[in-house]
């Protein structure tokens, strides 16, 4: 069986032995874009070498790029623990073209590689492409010999990626597994196609236009190749699962925490021991790149996660700080891949129980507070949005939190009400400050913090830069 750190070196191996310079990962705070919280895909390390900015490491390189999706554009945090495909942290292989190869190599790598190197079932694959990409159609016809109802005609934004609104953009096809009848969902496009049945595992975007201000005004003289596919996805399929917590890693991550909290990962307790396993990577990734939790930017997502995870054990009934003690399990799992992980594991253990236990002082006094005002509340209710302003004020409950804690009753939670309670604080914050004699220039420090987007929401609220697809 492919373990998933067998599933990476194959990938990476197979590409440098097709001219591709293997490069590290980049770390997950973005050193070329600080419109972007987090690197949420393998092309970010390489923005400015497709803009022409920098110059390319080699014409062909290939990744396993660390991505955290919990802010901005893709966020992918309030599925994650429900579904079987989303993930918070995750590493996306990639192969990159720059200026060498194109649209045909590109598809016949990719078509060698799920079929030959991990040796699929072709019949269970098929394609999507841009409504327009006639070009694309043949080629997977022809490369491939997919039957044309397995080249699926998609007109939206899902299969055109633009950079921004001035930059290289271009067609995409996506690579999808079929999981078989007995999952409900239906093939891309269709209504159904939320389901589980089909999962994207591999993003192939064909960047062969220029555009400015939304517009296509050229074609680029030597178009490139961004590809991106999900190592627990496709290590999802290789090992027969359905599930990406089903996979090696996170088995072994999560019978740690069975093991800790003495329950096991069934019926009810089966999301929070995802969540669990999830949120410590993501966490650990982040902190060995030098985010520290704090209540503003990339800090405050850090504690969001960090905390949503915490619910989690509480509601295990770990009585304890749990999250230090399964790092361990982490770096056996991925410390080899990762050796900076393994330097920092001290500094990870140490901010995740100092957070606990920071946390837990509060946590359970906020979580009586929303027992008592949801009681008697009606199937898909709102909680009043004063009250969760009063749970992040008081308690320390990032929004998300109460979102997730109260998806478990059914009850949602009234957004606008919270925003406006968030308003009316920083008003009177300001109006104190005022009052208080303090220079009339300081003030000045009050619409900086309000310009640069207070900055403790911009993790679900603001769009952060794009970053692939
Ligand atoms: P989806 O449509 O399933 O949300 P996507 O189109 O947003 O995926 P891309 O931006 O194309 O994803 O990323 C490239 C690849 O990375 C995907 O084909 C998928 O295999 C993987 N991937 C994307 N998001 C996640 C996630 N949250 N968790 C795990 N893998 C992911
Ligand atoms: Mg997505
Ligand atoms: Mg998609
Ligand atoms: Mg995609």
Same mark, same amino acid.
């Given at each position: 069986?492919?373990?998933?750190?067998? @599933? =990476?070196? *194959?990938?990476? %191996?197979?590409?440098?032995?097709q #001219?591709?310079e293997?490069?590290?990962?980049?770390?997950?705070?973005?050193?070329n874009?600080?419109s972007?919280m987090?690197?949420?895909?393998?092309?970010v390390p390489?923005?400015n070498v497709?803009?022409?900015l920098?110059?390319?490491?080699?014409?062909r390189?290939?990744?396993?790029?660390?991505?955290?999706?919990?802010?901005?554009k893709?966020?992918?945090l309030?599925?994650?623990?429900?579904t079987a495909r989303?993930?918070?942290?995750?590493e996306?292989l990639g192969?990159?073209?720059?200026?060498?190869y194109?649209?045909?190599?590109a598809i016949?790598?990719?078509?060698?590689?799920?079929t030959?190197?991990?040796?699929l079932?072709?019949?269970?694959?098929?394609?999507t492409?841009?409504?327009?990409?006639?070009e694309?159609?043949?080629l997977w016809?022809?490369?491939a010999?997919?039957p044309?109802?397995?080249? @699926? =005609?998609? *007109?939206?934004? %899902?299969?055109f990626?633009?950079? #921004?609104?001035?930059?290289?953009c271009?067609?995409?096809?996506?690579?999808?597994?079929d999981?078989?009848p007995d999952?409900?969902?239906g093939p891309?496009?269709?209504?159904e196609e939320?389901?589980?049945?089909f999962?994207?595992?591999?993003?192939?975007?064909?960047?062969?236009h220029?555009?400015?201000?939304d517009?296509?005004v050229?074609?680029?003289p030597?178009?490139s190749?961004d590809?991106g596919?999900?190592?627990e996805r496709?290590?999802s399929?290789?090992?027969?699962r359905?599930?990406?917590?089903d996979?090696?890693?996170f088995?072994?991550?999560?019978?740690?925490?069975e093991?800790?909290?003495?329950t096991?990962?069934?019926?009810?307790q089966?999301a929070?021991h995802?969540v669990?396993?999830?949120?410590?990577?993501?966490t650990s990734?982040l902190?060995?790149?030098?985010v520290?939790?704090?209540n503003?930017? =990339?800090?405050?997502?850090?504690r969001?996660?960090m905390?949503?995870?915490?619910?989690?054990a509480?509601?295990?009934?770990?009585k304890d700080?749990?999250?230090?003690r399964?790092?361990?399990?982490?770096?056996?799992?991925?410390?080899?891949?990762y050796?900076d992980l393994?330097?920092?594991?001290?500094?990870?253990?140490?901010?995740?129980e100092?957070?606990?236990?920071r946390f837990?002082?509060?946590?359970e006094?906020?979580l009586r507070?929303?027992d008592?005002?949801?009681?008697?509340m009606?199937?898909?209710?709102?909680?009043?949005?004063?009250t969760?302003f009063?749970l992040?004020d008081?308690?320390?409950?990032?929004y998300?939190?109460t979102?997730?804690a109260?998806?478990?009753?059914?009850?949602?939670v009234?957004?606008?009400?919270?925003?406006?309670?968030m308003a009316q604080q920083?008003a009177?914050?300001?109006?104190?400050w005022?009052?208080?004699g303090?220079?009339?220039?300081?003030?000045?420090?009050?619409?900086?913090?309000?310009r640069?987007?207070?900055?403790?929401?911009?993790?679900?609220?603001?769009?952060?830069?794009?970053?692939?697809?």
């Open positions: 069986m492919y373990s998933t750190n067998d @599933i =990476r070196s *194959a990938f990476l %191996d197979y590409f440098a032995s #001219g591709h293997k490069v590290p990962s980049a770390p997950l705070v973005p050193y874009d600080p972007l987090f690197v949420n895909a393998g092309m390489f923005k497709f803009t022409g920098e110059n390319p490491p080699a014409p390189a290939t990744t396993s790029q660390k991505c955290v999706r919990a802010g901005g893709h966020n992918d309030d599925n994650v623990g429900y989303h993930l918070t942290f995750f996306m192969n990159f073209s720059f200026g060498d194109f649209k045909e190599q016949s790598h990719a078509w060698h590689v799920v030959k190197e991990f040796g079932d072709p019949s269970r694959l098929l394609v492409i841009y409504h327009t990409d006639d694309a159609f043949d016809r022809k490369i010999g997919l044309e109802d397995r080249i @699926i =005609r998609i *007109a939206t934004k %899902d299969n990626w633009v950079m #921004g609104s001035d930059g290289p271009g067609p995409c096809s996506e690579i999808f597994w999981y078989g999952v409900a969902g891309p496009g269709s209504p939320d389901g589980d049945r999962v994207e595992i591999w993003n192939l975007v064909f960047m062969q220029l555009q400015a201000n517009e296509i050229s074609d680029l030597h178009p190749i590809t596919m999900g190592l496709i290590a399929v290789l090992q027969g359905q599930n990406v917590f996979i090696d890693t088995r072994n991550l999560i019978s740690a925490s093991d800790l909290t003495a096991r990962a069934e019926g009810e089966r929070s995802q669990i396993a999830d949120h410590l990577r993501s990734f902190i060995t790149d030098g520290l939790p704090s503003e930017g =990339r800090g405050y997502v850090l969001r996660i905390r949503r995870a915490m619910r989690h509480h509601l295990l009934g770990a700080p749990l999250m230090h399964l790092v361990p399990a982490l770096i056996t799992e991925m410390g080899q891949a050796p393994t330097r920092a594991q001290p500094l990870i253990q140490e901010v995740l100092r957070e606990e236990t837990r002082q509060t946590l006094k906020g507070l929303l008592e005002e949801t009681r008697g009606a199937d898909g209710s709102a909680l009043p949005g004063e969760a009063k992040y008081t308690y320390g409950f990032p998300d939190l979102v997730d109260l998806r478990e009753r059914g009850l949602d009234d957004r606008e009400g919270f925003d406006a309670a920083k009177a914050a300001r109006a104190a005022k009052g208080s303090a220079a009339a220039d300081s003030e000045v420090w009050f619409d900086i913090a309000d640069e987007g207070a900055t403790e929401f911009t993790g679900y609220s603001a769009t952060a830069g794009d970053g692939h697809v």
